[in-house]
């Protein structure tokens, strides 16, 4: 976690020194919007926009993650209290299958008949 700051500090140092040795003024538009501004208050208010965003996204994906967590937690003390409470068996539970007979395939036993469906030739 330490090196992740220190990355980010190192990285927010390099934006400020290419800002500030490209401190010319530069003209924006959009739309009809139109400003003369230095290009260090555009790379330092873009770079500030792009941190703010993914700060924000990565604070959405903890809080859903945590919810994710709590519900996950309150569902293993659910199952363990059922788990506590079912009476203890001997073995693995066994399930109650149908007794079904094989099938038998009618077109598949007929003299010249094939499994794939094509004509014998």
């Known amino acids: 976690m330490v090196w992740l700051l220190v990355l980010s500090l190192l990285f927010a140092l390099l934006v400020a020194v290419f800002a500030l040795q490209n401190a010319t003024a530069i003209v924006i538009q959009f739309f009809t919007w139109r400003a003369e501004v230095s290009l260090v208050l555009v790379v330092l208010l873009s770079a500030t926009v792009g941190a703010v965003a993914v700060g924000a996204a990565a604070l959405l994906q ?3 993650l945590g919810r994710r967590v709590r519900h996950l937690e309150g569902r293993v003390r659910e199952l363990e209290q059922a788990l506590k409470a079912a009476p203890a068996h001997s073995g693995p539970p066994r399930a109650a299958l149908p007794s079904v007979p094989p099938a038998t395939a009618p077109e ?9 469906g094509g004509a014998s030739s």
């Open 62 to 64: 903890r809080i859903r």
């Open 108 to 116: 598949a036993s007929a003299p010249g008949a094939r499994r794939d």
